[in-house]
């Protein structure tokens, strides 16, 4: 009994872990400090055709 329910709980935890993967995730992916920065500047520096006429 106690080797079945040790493999039942195994392949439990690994259905749960594969479900997981597959849902959709909620947080935004992380982009570190410097590269929020080089899209700042790159947002900045070109300024977008409808502003210009």
Not at 15 to 41: G, V
Request: proline share 8%; hydrophobic share 40%.
């Amino acid at each position: 009994m106690n080797r079945q329910k040790k493999i039942k709980q195994i392949l439990k935890a690994n259905a749960k872990k594969a479900s997981a993967k597959l849902a959709p995730k909620s947080k935004p992916k992380y982009i570190c400090k410097a590269d929020r920065l080089k899209l700042a500047a790159e947002a900045a520096e070109t300024p977008t055709p409808a502003a210009e006429g």
